[in-house]
């Protein structure tokens, strides 16, 4: 129990931080939260998934290290190349049902928003983008973690969740300027 604490306790301080970081990107793009507040339907929803999505990479990599399925040497191998590809679908089927169903949500109760055809794909887009960046967090402090004895699933997945926050909720407000 204290080894987990100690271990936890200066991730979950950075996470912390890292979480207030997503919340003012998110104010600061308050004029486009009232110009399109459709947008809202999708913020909480977008924020987890990415690193809820990145978490379940760093378990399956986790429970392979500590199996010895893998080492703890970042080298392409075939568990490592699968939980990836894995992970990279699912993200990409969840990003992309998450907007279309923001943008058939929005329309049904008339919410002004992004259009039914662009939602979809502005949220696809923001969520692989966040993905890839998460995956490569994962693989990177999966390893260096484990290499350094410590528990990857303690370390890893408090990071994953506060950096899906942040760049999630920057990735998602960097394709909505780009479509506006």
Not at 6 to 16: I, Q
Not at 48 to 61: A, D, E, P, Q, T
Not at 107 to 135: E, H, N, R, Y
Request: hydrophobic share 60%; aromatic share 8%; net charge positive.
């Amino acid at each position: 129990m204290k080894t987990i604490i100690k271990e936890s306790l200066p991730v979950l301080l950075l996470a912390g931080a890292v979480s207030i970081c997503a919340g003012l990107v998110l104010h600061t793009n308050n004029e486009i939260l009232f110009m399109l507040p459709g947008i809202l339907a999708i913020v909480p929803s977008f924020s987890n998934m990415g690193g809820s999505v990145s978490s379940v990479l760093c378990c399956r990599l986790s429970s392979a290290l500590h199996l010895g399925l893998i080492h703890p040497k970042i080298k392409k191998t075939k568990t490592l190349e699968r939980n990836v590809f894995a992970t990279m679908i699912i993200g990409a089927i969840s990003f992309f049902v998450l907007g279309l169903v923001a943008a058939l949500f929005n329309m049904l109760i008339g919410l002004k928003s992004l259009s039914l055809l662009v939602f979809p794909f502005v949220t696809l887009a923001a969520g692989f983008l966040t993905v890839l960046v998460l995956i490569s967090v994962t693989v990177v402090f999966s390893y260096v973690s484990y290499s350094k004895g410590m528990d990857p699933d303690n370390m890893v997945i408090p990071v994953l969740t506060s950096m899906g926050d942040f760049v999630g909720i920057l990735l998602l407000f960097v394709m909505i300027m780009l479509v506006m």
